[in-house]
């Protein structure tokens, strides 16, 4: 079954199937909507930061 998807979920997906255990973002990103959709997945570890090196 074919399932539509959001650019920001396919990512998401595509990590999580790609074996992405880990994922460190700061909110405010573009990316955030990656991190809050991989975090969905069960296995995956994530974690906010305040700051981009901290994410890092």
Do not use: R
């Amino acid at each position: 079954m074919k399932k539509l998807l959001l650019g920001n979920e396919a990512i998401a997906q595509g990590a999580f199937e790609a074996g992405v255990h880990v994922v460190s973002s700061y909110p405010g990103t573009p990316s955030t909507e990656i991190t809050e959709n991989i975090a969905k997945y069960d296995g995956v570890y994530c974690e906010w930061a305040p700051n981009e090196m901290v994410a890092l």
